[in-house]
């Protein structure tokens, strides 16, 4: 029975592959990197389509981990919303942006609007409007300096709570942005129950002008049906100069991506927006 006992467990480690188990030391050390300090906030610069000055940011979240280094947020929020720490690092994400721009303000900087991610697991679960009202007075802040992220399939997934969430969030002026759009093939006459102010063209439609003809005709599509709906529209992951030609020939609003500025630390991004006052 013993030694049966042994095959068992050998051939049940066999199943566990590395993946699996780099997962499972990453999710145990995720429960203590709020109280380690160890989460940070990168800030991308979005910029003017028609003259490149910079008109706002995207707060982008880190996890310095103290022996891996650096871990992308596509690792760490999946694991963070399977367990219930999302809720806590979604609040922490609204706190620190307002806390900075709060700081920026006081140094007298000229401060432009960043926008927050919000993840479908946080969005089902927090009383997001109440939150951000409570953040907002703590910093003494105006609604307007913050965005707010909205991905396509979660407004999808959660459509009739979205729309009076997003009604609210619009009462207190708080802007908020349909994120990673067009890979949810809803139409943009769906979205109209949504009261956003903008769109956001996902990187994979982006990353395909001057590539293949049918996703930079969805593209200008996008642009096109976006503006009558009075949407102002912004296109992620812009890396070239003949992505960013297409774009604003076709009416695109914004960019934001590596030929204007990547994810940046803190203290960077604050130096871009003391440039500002220069020019
Ligand atoms: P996203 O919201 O679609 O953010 C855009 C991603 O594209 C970011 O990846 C950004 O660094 C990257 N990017 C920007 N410009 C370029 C470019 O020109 N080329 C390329 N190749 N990539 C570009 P990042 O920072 O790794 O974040 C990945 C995803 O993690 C985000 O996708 C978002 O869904 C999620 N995320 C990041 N921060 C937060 C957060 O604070 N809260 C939540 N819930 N999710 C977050
Ligand atoms: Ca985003
Ligand atoms: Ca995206
Ligand atoms: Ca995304």
């Not at 439609?205 to 529209?233: P, T, Y």
């Amino acid at each position: 029975a013993k030694e049966e006992g042994r095959n068992t467990f050998c051939y049940f480690s066999a199943e566990i592959n590395t993946a699996t188990l780099g997962e499972l030391l990453l999710e145990n050390d995720l429960f203590g990197a709020l109280e380690r300090a160890e989460l940070l906030m990168y800030y991308q610069p979005k910029v003017d389509a028609a003259d490149g000055r910079i008109v706002g940011a995207e707060a982008l979240m880190r996890w310095r981990h103290r022996e891996r280094g650096m871990i992308s947020p596509e690792q760490f929020i999946p694991l963070a919303e399977e367990n219930g720490l999302i809720n806590a690092f979604g609040e922490w994400a609204i706190r620190t942006v307002c806390a900075q721009q709060r700081a920026w303000l006081d140094a007298g900087l000229l401060v432009v609007p960043v926008a927050i991610n919000v993840s479908a697991q946080q969005f089902a679960q927090q009383d997001l409007p109440n939150m951000v009202a409570h953040v907002l007075a703590e910093y003494g802040l105006p609604p307007q300096l913050i965005e707010l992220e909205l991905t396509e399939s979660l407004l999808m997934r959660n459509s009739a709570r979205a729309a009076a969430v997003l009604q609210t969030l619009r009462r207190m002026h708080v802007q908020v942005a349909i994120d990673d759009f067009g890979t949810g093939y809803s139409s943009l006459s769906y979205l109209r129950q949504f009261p956003v102010q903008s769109l956001k063209i996902d990187r994979s439609f982006v990353s395909q002008i001057g590539e293949h003809g049918e996703s930079v005709r969805l593209a200008s599509a996008i642009i096109a049906m976006a503006h009558e709906l009075d949407l102002s529209v912004i296109a992620e992951g812009v890396e070239n100069e003949i992505q960013a030609r297409y774009l604003v020939e076709h009416g695109c609003d914004q960019f934001q991506g590596y030929l204007y500025g990547r994810p940046q630390p803190v203290d960077e991004f604050g130096a871009l927006l003391a440039g500002r006052q220069l020019d």
